[in-house]
């Protein structure tokens, strides 16, 4: 166990430059998801950690020691594979024990940690057998083991499970962090999942174009997004973003959108009244009503879809469209009219032109 | 499925083709065949059988117990031997670095590599008999094993390329952060992956240099590898004798395409990273 610390990192491939001055601390012990679209940088990002970029500027840190110049084998720290790289010559026994034998550990220790690390996995059963005879759920596991077995200071995991499919990827989820709590790992964990990052991290660092746009607890990245960019990526659906304005009508502020208007009962919009913004509102901090009332937006519905646990409603609120979810007995026919309620403690605000969080 | 209908003409026209060529090069393969496993007296005969009638090895053992034949026969494997240590223990790192660094150059590099074998070893050869004679390498095992090593060197660069590009980076790397530097990641992980591949480089090699017949032919004298001495022979040898060493040169080579043929179509599959 240990904590990691990057400084001002950065790596270029040609002109173009995969991770431009990130900063980002672990401390030790915690489990941080590093979360955004394919080719945001936070793959290169590990890599770097890894040893397997060299870094064109910046340093890393892992447990105090700086590691910027050090090879892969000298960082202490394992790591599981997007395509697992589990070595097919080798029997599951071979591939777990892999690591300890090249840090030349005694035969009966290392006959003991691969069981220990393979029972584990739930893969005690499967040590003689090669690669090509297990599965794709196997082979990860296996690949999960063998990262375990050296007890490497730090746990790197790129994308580990987007091979699996749906059903085995959301049981290995749970799994996965089961273990890595139980194991107290100091682990960080590349996805673009942004539903596998609010599951399991313990923080989730988001990155965008190179750069990490916020680092934060699940919930505090989900519900208050640091720009319309984060709070557009995570969640399903993504956050709704509407144009507002934001007045003083006899002294309470009132939200003016282009299906209608509203009062801030809460005291939350004074200091930014008045002035025009974005509103960023997740689909379940909508109401909707059957009725028109006051401070109600009027709406149409264009689709309805039911999904069992909800239903998710796209509605079209004046020149806006947003994704509502309401309960699953409410069936509004599609082209009937709506009433959203905008919970105004649930409201993000944020700036036109820079799509930063202003929100007080 | 009304275009298939269009192109049944031409595609009918593609297999007499395929037959026809197939022909012009089975045809003289299957006689020599049966004139190696015949009698004396068949290989004369005429009309000749289509079919033999009766198998023997006559043909063949007299063709064993002809003078130089045994001697030139090991001189070939010797030949081969040393062209195949050679031509792997160059040509494999070479095709290690072109699969797995992006370097300036690195397409213009493959194509030079190919295009070396454009050069005329004929044009080649008379300077190259003057240097191995100044060198005291002409009429050695030695000598014809480095030019087989010339020849051979550009496949075993571009199949073991393709070998390695075929074997994923992130095993080797993951093999880095379980503890291995580079050259341990290559010997424990890589190298043991790429062996059947290896083991055909090898084979293509052994082949190239067992048929390779005018640079053996002009550096040597006395050490004739065996096609060398069958060419040498060839005019005043009888019948049987051709046949014979037609079919000893030939076999090997057969034998090791039908082999490796799986190697070489994915050297053309995948030679960029």
Redesign the interface.
């Known amino acids: 166990m240990a904590a990691v610390r990057f400084e001002g990192v950065r790596k270029t491939f040609g002109k173009v430059a995969a991770v431009d001055g990130v900063n980002l601390e672990v401390t030790d012990g915690e489990f941080v998801v590093l979360l955004g679209p394919s080719g945001c940088g936070k793959t290169t990002l590990l890599r770097c950690l890894?040893?397997?970029e060299r870094l064109d500027e910046g340093r890393g840190f892992i447990g105090g020691r700086d590691v910027t110049e050090l090879?892969?084998?000298a960082r202490k720290?394992?790591?599981v594979?997007?395509?697992y790289?589990v070595?097919?010559?080798m029997r599951v026994f071979d591939n777990i024990a892999?690591?300890l034998r090249?840090?030349k550990v005694k035969k009966p220790v290392i006959a003991e940690r691969v069981d220990a690390c393979a029972q584990l996995l739930h893969i005690e059963d499967l040590l003689d057998r090669y690669p090509a005879q297990l599965s794709g759920g196997q082979r990860q596991r296996v690949a999960v083991a063998?990262a375990l077995a050296?007890k490497a200071d730090v746990l790197?995991m790129d994308e580990p499970l987007s091979n699996l499919d749906a059903l085995l990827r959301l049981e290995m989820r749970a799994e996965l962090k089961a273990l890595l709590q139980h194991l107290d790992l100091t682990a960080i964990y590349v996805t673009h999942d942004q539903v596998e990052a609010l599951s399991m991290g313990d923080r989730i660092a988001v990155m965008n174009a190179g750069r990490i746009v916020q680092v934060g607890t699940p919930l505090v990245v989900y519900d208050d997004p640091a720009d319309t960019f984060v709070g557009g990526f995570i969640g399903s659906p993504p956050m709704n973003f509407l144009q507002a304005e934001v007045s003083l009508d006899a002294g309470s502020p009132v939200v003016q959108v282009s299906g209608g208007r509203f009062r801030l009962t809460a005291g939350r919009a004074d200091p930014l009244a008045p002035r025009k913004l974005v509103l960023g509102i997740r689909a379940e901090a909508i109401e909707v009503e059957g009725d028109p009332g006051e401070d109600l937006v009027a709406a149409t519905v264009l689709v309805v879809e039911p999904l069992g646990s909800h239903n998710l409603l796209t509605v079209r609120a004046g020149s806006d469209v947003l994704k509502v979810s309401t309960p699953a007995d409410f069936f509004p026919r599609p082209d009937s009219e709506v009433w959203l309620r905008i919970v105004p403690d649930r409201i993000r605000w944020l700036d036109r032109e820079t799509g930063k969080a202003v929100s007080p | 499925m009304s275009r298939g209908r269009h192109r049944v003409l031409p595609r009918a026209l593609l297999y007499v083709a395929a037959v026809l060529l197939a022909l012009w090069v089975l045809a003289p393969i299957y006689f020599i065949t049966i004139g190696a496993f015949s009698t004396s007296e068949a290989v004369y005969g005429y009309p000749k059988q289509l079919i033999p009638r009766d198998v023997s090895t006559e043909t063949l053992s007299f063709f064993l117990h002809s003078a130089g034949v045994v001697d030139s026969l090991k001189t070939s494997v010797y030949v081969a031997g040393i062209t195949i240590v050679l031509a792997l223990g160059i040509g494999t790192p070479a095709g290690y670095a072109l699969a797995r660094f992006a370097f300036r150059a690195g397409d213009a590099f493959r194509l030079t590599v190919v295009a070396t074998r454009a050069f005329p070893i004929v044009i080649l050869s008379i300077p190259l008999a003057v240097m191995f004679i100044r060198w005291g390498l002409d009429d050695t095992v030695l000598g014809v094993a480095i030019v087989h090593t010339a020849l051979a060197l550009p496949f075993v660069v571009l199949v073991t390329s393709s070998v390695f590009a075929g074997i994923s980076l992130e095993l080797e790397e993951a093999a880095m952060t379980l503890g291995c530097n580079r050259a341990q990641a290559v010997r424990r992980i890589v190298l043991p992956l790429a062996l059947p591949g290896l083991a055909a480089a090898a084979i293509f090699t052994f082949v190239v240099s067992w048929n390779e017949v005018f640079a053996a032919s002009i550096l040597t004298l006395q050490n004739r590898t065996l096609p060398a001495q069958v060419l040498a022979a060839l005019d005043q040898s009888s019948l049987p004798y051709r046949f014979a060493g037609g079919f000893v040169l030939l076999a090997p080579s057969l034998l090791v395409i039908l082999v490796i043929r799986k190697y070489l179509f994915n050297m053309w599959g995948r030679v960029v990273t």
């Open positions: 890894a040893g397997l090879p892969p084998r720290l394992a790591m594979f997007q395509s790289a070595f097919p010559h892999f690591g090249m840090q063998r050296p790197l």
